[in-house]
């Protein structure tokens, strides 16, 4: 019979090792957002609508895509309260 | 506290990276990006398995920042009661990686499949040895992940894959499992109902629980665009819709000298106040092509008013016990 594993001798399972940061998910949508500045608010709910996180604010307080990691939803240009988000087709 | 104001919070950067596979729209992101930037610090995460878990760690990418523990369907509590009493001994001891810090977050996130159905015992045997946890459940109304399947969280009328509407039935004919009635009962020290339309009010209800010391248990509801057919970008409005509806009302549980103290949170608060703004639940259900079956080829009537009608009478409920 083999002798039972120490501690140290266990195997780690599955981990997983490297960030998801590098997996880029931009490629996904069809369309992308544009933020529109002249028009914004600076409530920055664009960013806590988005669910990838791909909506980063500023050190000015405007928001900003990071269209690596976009994936096209639409939520941030639906929910925006003045309106100056807007949908872009890729070509 | 000024630290929990949307300007500051937007400079927290997010413990739940970009690079996940959920779906475009997905809500859980919301939630849960939200419910890490109300932590306080050192986090230890457990997810029971569900959509959540499988596109956050497809190896060998994994979109936490934070130590992240995937445990069975079953036992996300069983993990996190886990975790908090590893804590605790090793600060006990003082020895072991974990008894250097002061205070650590201990939160678990399972979907309704992992709450309603198949974690539950796990999940009320912790609340009852009182660990000291936080637990989220991401409540989409279904089994998600495999293939929309229904589960105790999917409502009545909800056509499904294992529920389809057709000739015979209208979906799923039993009710919703009242979850957050069982939970309360166990006399847990805070309970609340999250909805990811109102950002602040999701982080400081769970910045409070997590603060509370014993098991607190949040309600989230997660709008799932392939699930409940609808179009990505209308999640948000969908989610607010559950809220002016009264199917899924905002509001926190107490516990005071072993009463239930009921309180309404401010945009459910400002429905009770104004009955007249309460929307019709036709806004709600029209919106999902799960519901479709309501409508069309012709309205069907009856199924309408007897949904209304639950709808009303759990809300008038809840309105007895919030002391309305």
């Not at chain 1, 939803?73 to 070509?91: F, R």
């Amino acid at each position: 019979m083999n002798q039972p594993k120490k501690k140290s001798e266990l195997d780690l399972g599955a981990i997983p090792f490297k960030s998801s940061k590098e997996y880029k998910t931009g490629d996904w949508g069809v369309a992308h957002p544009k933020i529109d500045h002249s028009k914004c608010t600076k409530c920055t709910l664009c960013h806590f609508f988005c669910p990838e996180g791909a909506i980063k604010v500023r050190e000015d307080g405007y928001t900003e895509v990071d269209y690596n990691y976009c994936k096209g939803c639409g939520i941030c240009a639906s929910e925006c309260p003045v309106k100056c988000i807007e949908m872009i087709m890729k070509k | 506290m000024s630290e929990l104001s949307l300007k500051e919070l937007a400079k927290k950067p997010d413990l739940l990276c970009p690079g996940a596979r959920l779906c475009a729209g997905c809500d859980e992101a919301i939630i849960v990006r939200l419910v890490l930037k109300a932590t306080r610090g050192p986090t230890i995460v457990t997810n029971a398995t569900g959509c959540l878990e499988v596109a956050t760690s497809s190896f060998p990418y994994t979109a936490w920042d934070v130590p992240w523990i995937h445990s069975a369907f079953e036992n996300t509590a069983a993990t996190a009661s886990g975790i908090e009493a590893a804590i605790k001994a090793m600060k006990k001891r003082k020895e072991g990686p974990l008894s250097t810090f002061e205070k650590i977050d201990v939160l678990a996130f399972a979907g309704d499949g992992g709450t309603y159905d198949i974690g539950f015992q796990a999940l009320s045997g912790a609340i009852e040895r009182g660990h000291d946890f936080t637990y989220v459940l991401l409540d989409n109304e279904a089994y998600m992940n495999t293939g929309i399947q229904r589960s105790g969280a999917t409502p009545f009328t909800a056509s499904t894959t294992t529920s389809p509407a057709g000739k015979v039935i209208s979906g799923k004919m039993e009710t919703k499992k009242p979850i957050d009635e069982i939970i309360i009962a166990h006399g847990l020290p805070y309970f609340a109902t999250l909805n990811a339309a109102w950002p602040l009010d999701v982080v400081k209800k769970t910045r409070k629980s997590i603060e509370i010391e014993g098991p607190t248990f949040l309600h989230a509801i997660v709008p799932c665009s392939r699930g409940w057919r609808y179009p990505a970008e209308k999640t948000i409005e969908i989610s607010r819709l559950a809220v002016q509806t009264c199917v899924f009302p905002l509001y926190e549980v107490n516990y005071q000298n072993g009463r239930p103290i009921y309180k309404l949170s401010s945009p459910s608060l400002s429905i009770a106040k104004r009955p007249e703004s309460k929307r019709p639940i036709e806004d709600y259900l029209k919106s999902q092509g799960r519901f479709n079956h309501l409508f069309r080829p012709e309205k069907n009537v009856k199924l309408l008013e007897q949904i209304q009608e639950s709808v009303n009478l759990k809300w008038e409920i809840l309105l007895d016990k919030c002391g309305f």
